[in-house]
């Protein structure tokens, strides 16, 4: 029988999952408590709400590392040595930069994922420290900066540009909004040169986050309901007030429920928790 080279990246893959402390907690409970793997996979999800609700204290996944960078409230031109600092969780190894393909899209999809996630938890990094991660020229990363401005309008929240752009536009946003539109997932991730798992993602968490402000739900217990930061919960619910009193997204909105829905219904039942009854699209949106 000939293995074929996605069947070996797969089993890579999957070898890869095992090996997380989450994995390492389920196989414990099971071989050490004598719970069933359904049990530990509670037991896991109930420990990350309770001890690791910030993302920034979560253990490490493979390929993530810890970082120092100025404070988000911090402004550019101010002397780093009295800068208040932010300690952040970045993910230099993905496995979706292998599909990058070439060296440059490599290196611009981590900017844009370094830069990102870096902004979710209340850090900036400067072009200075993306070419220190990056092992690359800062000449090198205002290239791709202005790159990725002119061919997708994105605006990267680095700490020289943070103050004079505002929120900026990430490709989570643009992912959001193409679908809103009606653009299917395969397409939006071909336009915006992302992978269809991460566009995925993004929407899944956008209908997720919008599920549970209809369920009434805080922030922060979205945040921790639907396992990302505060920071990224909020910029979801800021895009649905933008948007949901426009006619032309209104049947993506009716989507919504389809798609969140049965998955929190699915863990009310498992977490002994069950949110109130939905109520209809048309309700949601007077």
């Not at 844009?112 to 209340?122: M, T």
Request: hydrophobic share 35%; net charge positive.
């Amino acid at each position: 029988m000939v293995e074929r080279t996605e069947d070996r990246k797969a089993a890579q893959d999957h070898r890869l999952q095992l090996k997380t402390q989450e994995q390492q907690l389920k196989t414990l409970a099971i071989r050490g408590a004598g719970l069933t793997p359904w049990e530990a996979e509670v037991l896991v999800d109930v420990v990350r709400e309770v001890l690791c609700g910030n993302p920034a204290d979560r253990p490490l996944a493979p390929g993530q590392m810890r970082y120092i960078c100025v404070g988000s409230g911090e402004e550019a031109g101010k002397p780093i040595g009295v800068c208040q600092k932010a300690a952040v969780v970045l993910t230099m190894l993905d496995g979706e930069d292998f599909a990058a393909g070439d060296p440059r899209r490599l290196r611009q999809r981590r900017i844009v994922r370094l830069v990102e996630e870096a902004r979710d938890q209340g850090g900036l990094l400067s072009q200075e420290d993306l070419a220190r991660l990056m092992a690359c020229d800062v000449r090198t990363i205002r290239r791709d900066v202005r790159a990725l401005r002119q061919s997708q309008g994105l605006h990267l929240p680095t700490r020289g540009q943070q103050k004079d752009i505002g929120p900026g536009v990430t490709h989570r946003d643009l992912a959001v909004r193409l679908w809103l539109e009606g653009h299917e997932p395969l397409a939006v991730a071909r336009r915006i040169d992302h992978t269809l798992h991460s566009v995925e993602r993004y929407i899944g968490h956008f209908c997720r986050v919008v599920f549970l402000v209809w369920k009434g739900l805080n922030t922060f217990q979205i945040a921790l309901a639907v396992g990302i930061s505060t920071a990224s919960t909020q910029r979801y619910v800021d895009l649905y007030h933008q948007v949901h009193r426009t006619a032309r997204y209104r049947r993506r909105l009716q989507e919504v429920e389809v798609v969140a829905g049965p998955y929190y219904e699915a863990e009310g039942q498992k977490r002994g928790f069950s949110p109130s009854g939905p109520r209809s699209v048309e309700r949601r949106r007077t």
